[in-house]
Antibody, heavy 115, light 107 residues
Framework: EVELVESGGGLIQPGGSLRLSCAAS????????MSWVRQAPGKGLEWVSV???????YYTDSVKGRFTISRDNSKNTLYLQMNSLRAEDTAMYYC?????????WGQGTLVTASS | DIQMTQSPSTLSASVGDRVTITCRAS??????LAWYQQKPGKAPELLIQ???NLESGVPSRFSGSGSGTEFTLTISSLQPDDFATYYC?????????FGQGTKVEIK
């Protein structure tokens, strides 16, 4: 059974850093596309980043240069390193399997960037 | 960037109604279009991919159609479990965007 479990969210001051984790089970993270999608409170969905099986990475414009997606194959875990956080990064962050379409999602981890 | 526009933003309907949600892309996306259902406090769930391919386990009252720039999600007979927010999502090279969502409410 496929499962994705995110962790690492919390309250952080603007300008700070956080690393989100997404532990996967039931499939191999390194064999497929893995993405992060976020949802600001009361708002719609926004794609953030994707990591291809090949290792290629892509980001939405608003996080380029600040966020880094990566994986640890030995732990079957996806990460999102978030630096220079801004108030507008406040959102529930979901990891999801896929890119053309997202067929499995985690339960999300909440990031709040506020002083 | 490709923009996705859903209509309506909110839809009031009754159990048993036929419901149609439209998603328009700002340029052609072929059939790279997916639909999701999201309930409050929950992660989205994939309903349809490649515009019309129903995901395993999704009830057959859901269907999707369209190609190019105009797409529709239809619920043939609305059930109590279907009251939720629905999102479309497009994929093009190295980039994904979602529609703003359509909330289906009880009339």
């Amino acid at each position: 059974e496929v499962e994705l479990v995110e962790s690492g969210g919390g309250l952080i001051q603007p300008g700070g850093s956080l690393r989100l984790s997404c532990a996967a089970s039931g499939f191999t993270v390194s064999s497929t596309y893995m993405s992060w999608v976020r949802q600001a409170p009361g708002k719609g969905l926004e794609w953030v980043s994707v990591l291809y099986a090949s290792g290629s990475t892509y980001y939405t414009d608003s996080v380029k240069g600040r966020f880094t997606i990566s994986r640890d194959n030995s732990k079957n875990t996806l990460y999102l390193q978030m630096n220079s956080l801004r108030a507008e990064d406040t959102a529930m962050y979901y990891c999801a399997r896929g890119f053309m379409a997202f067929d499995f999602w985690g339960q999300g981890t909440l990031v709040t960037a506020s002083s | 960037d490709i923009q996705m526009t859903q209509s309506p933003s909110t839809l009031s309907a009754s159990v048993g109604d036929r419901v149609t949600i439209t998603c328009r892309a700002s340029q052609s996306i072929g059939n790279w279009l997916a639909w999701y259902q999201q309930k409050p406090g929950k992660a989205p769930e994939l309903l349809i991919q490649r515009a019309s391919n129903l995901e395993s386990g999704v009830p057959s009252r859901f269907s999707g159609s369209g190609s190019g720039t105009e797409f529709t999600l239809t619920i043939s007979s609305l059930q109590p479990d279907d009251f939720a927010t629905y999102y479309c999502q497009q994929y093009t090279s190295y980039y994904v965007t979602f529609g703003q969502g359509t909330k289906v409410e009880i009339k």
